[in-house]
T-cell receptor, first 109, second 114 residues
Framework: DAKTTQPNSMESNEEEPVHLPCNHS???????IHWYRQLPSQGPEYVIH???SNVNNRMASLAIAEDRKSSTLILHRATLRDAAVYYC??????????FGAGTILRVKS | DVKVTQSSRYLVKRTGEKVFLECVQD?????MFWYRQDPGLGLRLIYF???????EKGDIPEGYSVSREKKERFSLILESASTNQTSMYLC?????????????FGQGTRLTVV
């Protein structure tokens, strides 16, 4: 399985944009890039996914580098409720989702 | 609202007991998963099932077994609970399809083995 590398933690101010990076230099052509987040005392929840093009949804945007070796999850205006652990996951053939350590995002008011 | 429901939020069991953790999904998903989550170790896959009566080992299957007799229900069994199985257990489900399909997680069961 291709691996991802994320910073252990990041901090943001409320109402400001947050850019959460993920490196995946060994990504293969069939790997989708998924982002999940886990709020305190809850199970993970899906945020967004993409393959090659940048993606937007109501929660976030996903910017994928042209060579696909890295990606960035963008929260446009962080709120206190966005404080969570954010996981960047690659998934290709097969059904498994393999989680890494993720990035702990702290949001300051 | 789609739902993955785990039978208990908190559970305390004694060493040596047989423990059943139940998970039910209402989305007609083919794939179901059991993870455990421990501080510093993240989420680790124990077992998954891609169809009724089908199962595959994940990364840490030792000490666990699973049962999938009906599509909507996936049970995790601790044959003889031990203190090192004290953990948060998370169930997830996902439909089979293009690789972009999202997984849905339950709220988790915090199991303490004493």
């Amino acid at each position: 399985d291709a691996k991802t590398t994320q910073p252990n933690s990041m901090e943001s101010n409320e109402e400001e944009p947050v850019h959460l990076p993920c490196n995946h230099s060994t990504i293969s052509g069939t790997d989708y890039i998924h982002w999940y987040r886990q709020l305190p005392s809850q199970g993970p929840e899906y945020v967004i996914h993409g393959l090659t093009s940048n993606v937007n949804n109501r929660m976030a945007s996903l910017a994928i580098a042209e060579d696909r070796k890295s990606s960035t999850l963008i929260l446009h205006r962080a709120t206190l409720r966005d404080a969570a652990v954010y996981y960047c996951i690659l998934r290709a053939y097969g059904n498994k989702l393999v989680f890494g350590a993720g990035t702990i995002l702290r949001v300051k008011s | 609202d789609v739902k993955v429901t785990q039978s208990s939020r908190y559970l305390v069991k004694r060493t040596g007991e047989k423990v059943f953790l139940e998970c039910v999904q209402d989305m007609d998903h083919e794939n179901m998963f059991w993870y455990r989550q421990d501080p510093g170790l993240g989420l680790r896959l124990i077992y998954f099932s891609y169809d009724v009566k089908m199962k595959e080992k994940g990364d840490i299957p030792e000490g666990y077994s699973v049962s999938r007799e009906k599509k909507e229900r996936f049970s995790l069994i601790l044959e003889s609970a031990s203190t090192n199985q004290t953990s948060m257990y998370l169930c997830a489900s996902r439909r089979t399809g293009p690789w972009g399909t999202e997984a849905f997680f339950g709220q988790g069961t915090r199991l303490t083995v004493v």
